[in-house]
């Protein structure tokens, strides 16, 4: 039995001396691992799990090893004496590794979680190392780029055509753009608006409240028609928009306006509109003119007849020189309207405009008088000879002329003046008076025909409306501004047709 025994207890033995071995030989390799890589938890791990093996194989190999021994030299009574004691020496091994694997798996989590955190922590600190390293060049590129993005948007403010402008929520300006400033008439280099409330450039006061509630309501308004108050005192019609901005703080809130001038655009429509307007008017004038000037004619015609035949004191004489004083009215009227609603083409006449003006104004003063009426010329040499026709540009100098004359009355100023425009190719020539001005409801009718503002038999209300279709077929327009109490002031604008080479 011993004899058969000798194999087995060979392979135990040499078992657990390899056992043993092996177990020291992986100790030794995972120190070795730790050794070079310190921070490294899976080689810690390692290293508790070889040392629990290592243990478990001295605990059991020196079991097998003394069982052997004491079995071959017959005291295999100590053996079942001491074999509990190497049972729990390999149970406790095995549950300590056990313990070690089940704990590592928290560990390796927690390991994880350094791991990631170290990665952060190190790509921080290369980004600080970076912006250590290149943060005056950052520095100036943000700058340029924050210079060139300012510089943009303050183009854009100081070259819109429009009036910008920045207020605080009670009005007071902040900033305005120099078309601001132009569109008020205010020269920006003499005169600051910062610190002034905008709602004193409105002409009604109302507009402001309006506006304002929108804005507190609704956060911003979009095209509101209202007026503006030039330095002059003139009404700018303009469109307004808004927008409120809020700052980071209640105390910042700021509004954006922007402003444009409709004033030039609406003026356009109305004399459209006047336009089309008389230009209805003249066909109906034409119409009655013609039915009413062939009978006036006969009229005339046999109330000629007759006085020829009637004694010049007779009562029968004086009636018929009543009816002809009548009827020669009544064809100078029918001429007006003639000469309103006929489009014809004007002649050319060489003329130089001032000299024109003299004439007129030579002739008024021998035969209309202005006695008390200080004249006051002021015409600009650079303005050429123009074809014009001279016959009727002298008929529209003479009522307009006559016109200022009734309104300045027993004294004031009538000035005269000439200019051209920055172009050179219109000629402006403004006549202006001192006189009580016209109401601002009639402003939009003195172009009509048989308006007009005079007494019974002291105007006809042809003349203006006459002198508008002579400049009109001249390819120009007539402006007027006026003010009750402070006169009014006629422009009329001509087109610069200059003669040819050789006329």
Not at 96 to 103: D, K, M, N, P, R
Not at 131 to 150: I, K, P, W, Y
């Amino acid at each position: 039995m011993i004899l058969s025994a000798i194999p087995i207890r060979t392979v135990d033995l040499l078992g657990s001396v390899l056992m043993i071995l092996f177990s020291f030989l992986c100790l030794g390799l995972v120190r070795e691992l730790r050794r070079r890589d310190p921070n490294n938890v899976i080689w810690i791990y390692l290293l508790l799990v070889c040392i629990g093996f290592a243990s478990f194989a001295l605990s059991r190999s020196a079991g097998h090893i003394l069982r052997q021994i004491l079995t071959i030299s017959g005291h295999s009574a100590i053996w079942a004496s001491i074999g509990p004691f190497s049972g729990a020496i390999n149970t406790f091994t095995f549950i300590f590794v056990a313990s070690v694997t089940l704990f590592f798996e928290r560990v390796w989590r927690i390991y994880q979680q350094i791991q990631k955190d170290r990665q952060e922590l190190q790509s921080t600190r290369d980004k600080l190392l970076y912006l250590n390293q290149n943060l005056e060049n950052l520095v100036e590129e943000r700058t340029d780029e924050l210079a060139l993005s300012e510089h943009k948007y303050r183009r854009i403010f100081e070259v819109s055509q429009d009036m910008m402008l920045v207020t605080k929520l009670d009005g007071r300006i902040v900033n305005m753009n120099p078309a601001g400033f132009t569109m008020l008439g205010h020269d920006e280099a003499q005169i600051s608006f910062y610190g002034k409330s905008f709602n004193t450039f409105f002409a009604d006061a109302s507009d402001w409240n309006s506006i304002r509630d929108s804005i507190e309501q609704s956060g911003f308004v979009s095209n509101v028609e209202i007026a503006l108050t030039h330095k002059d005192e003139r009404r700018i019609r303009s469109l307004v928009s808004a927008n409120l901005d809020k700052g980071i703080s209640e105390k910042e809130n700021t509004i954006h306006f922007l402003v444009k001038d409709i004033e030039q655009r609406r003026q356009v429509e109305e004399q459209i509109a006047q336009a089309d307007k008389l230009a209805s008017i003249g066909q109906l004038s034409a119409g009655i003119a013609h039915e009413i000037n062939n009978p006036m004619g006969i009229i005339l015609g046999y109330t000629q007849l007759l006085l020829r035949n009637e004694d010049r004191d007779s009562e029968k004489y004086a009636d018929l020189k009543t009816i002809e004083k009548h009827v020669r009215n009544c064809k100078s009227i029918v001429e007006g309207l003639l000469n309103f609603a006929r489009a014809s083409k004007p002649r050319e006449d060489i003329i130089r405009i001032d000299e024109a003006i003299d004439d007129v104004l030579n002739f008024i003063q021998q035969h209309a008088g202005l006695d008390n009426i200080e004249v006051k010329k002021d015409y600009n040499p650079a303005v050429p000879q123009m074809l014009l026709d001279e016959k009727k540009i002298k008929q529209v100098l003479m009522n307009l002329i006559m016109n200022a004359k009734h309104a300045i009355g027993d004294k004031g100023l009538l000035s005269l003046s000439t200019w051209m425009n920055t172009s050179g190719r219109q000629v402006m020539v403004r006549i202006a008076d001192t006189g009580y001005g016209i109401e601002k409801k009639n402003l939009a009718q003195i172009f009509d025909p048989f308006f007009t503002t005079k007494s019974t038999g002291e105007g006809t209300g042809l003349g203006l409306s006459v002198s508008y279709g002579i400049i009109k077929n001249h390819g120009g327009e007539i402006l007027v501004e006026s003010k009750v109490g402070q006169g009014s002031t006629f422009t009329i604008v001509l087109p610069v047709i200059q003669p040819a080479a050789g006329n």
